[in-house]
């Protein structure tokens, strides 16, 4: 039986997850691939270090030359992280002819595109389901069950920090800056939680889900991106009465040709699925012409089940090569990129504004909405006690994003406008 050796770059949470599994799971594997699935040489920082895992300490090493310059390793299985240093590892992995297994987004959403096509010139897979959504198999679903389709949307919770600092906000009352440090503390936040709480890790997975799919090369810049660090407590309070709860979705929508994608605090619907996507869980939701809508939910992170995911990767390299058809099944985007412009991306808003509570001043808001022909589903006023001025909630019917910057722009300039509170777009 052949033998199928493996570089393991990592022994972080996910790169041990992926030794157990590898080791709880060799039977099943083998009998799924026809072949002996084995660890050669794993790449650490520190060799001496204490590890919980089953694994020869010989097998150890702290240079990425033994794994990506070594001639027996078949596939390289990254999940160290970081993004210039692990590409040119993966180059170098790639243009010697070896498959590569990847859980890194910040690379993928960066120089995915490029890295595609070097292992489909040098016949070699490059796989990365674990780089959005950890255990889920949203990536697998858009490249092979919906190949058929043409998906029109896409959106959903794709970054777990930040879903489980909203659901506390919302079950608990909490304010942002309270729950930030319990979700530092429970190691589900950084000491930095820049890249989290700002949206740069949603418009990341964003940026690789839009590509797959709508087949074209949608980069990170292409991503408009809007975190949470201005939510309050009061937001969601507001949202909550109203009907809704306040998550942080990715989305990603296509018209006719053109695309627009963006990450952004939104009100969703109580009775939409997302709505009750708690605590670290993820969920991407998908609408294809044919198939309609669908949803994908699960743990978004986790030694296990991301390691589960790397693992099917390695499964699918296994079976390509016993094929022989390694490089010939990457998804590519062959589609030229066409962004949407602001008069063609439609959405209902949820505004507060802080107001001089006097007659005439919501004639002059409302009038402000129809100048520019925005439509109001509600306005509603209410009572803040630690609030002297008045609090204006206004709903929108469906508009374009130009007609509704227009209408900030002039609210900002009205003097009765004491502040836009907040914007919010609306789902479901």
Sequence with gaps: METIR???????TVGTGVVRILNDHRDDLTRQTGSTIEIRRVLVQNTEKPRDIALDSSLLTREAEDIVAADDIDVVVEVMGGVELTKGLIERALRSGKHVVTANKDLMALHGAELVAIAREHGCDIYYEASVAGGIPIIRALTESFSSDRIKR???IVNG??????TKMSQEGASYEDVLKEA???GYAEADPTSDVEGLDAARKMAILATLGFRMNVSLADVDAKGITGVTKEDIQYGKRLGYELKLLGVAERDGESVS???QPAMVRTSHPLASVNGVFN?????????????FYGPGAGSLPTATSVVADLVAVVKNMR?????????????EKKLQSDDRIFGKFFLLLHVEDKAGVLAQ???????????LESVLQQPNQENPKAEIIIITHDTNMSGMKNVIRELESMDVVNKIKSVYRVVG
């Design 261 to 263: 994608v963006s990450v």
């Design 365 to 375: 808001i409302t009038q402000a909405f129809a100048a520019n022909e925005v439509s």
């Design 323 to 335: 094929m022989g058809v390694n490089g010939k099944t990457l998804s590519t985007a062959y589609k």
């Design 154 to 156: 896409m959106f959903g």
């Design 161 to 166: 920090t930040t879903n489980f600092i909203l």
């Design 184 to 186: 530092q503390a429970l």
């Design 283 to 295: 969920a991407v939701y998908v609408y294809g012409e044919a198939v309609g809508e669908t949803m």
């Design 6 to 12: 493996i570089g393991l770059m990592g022994l972080g």
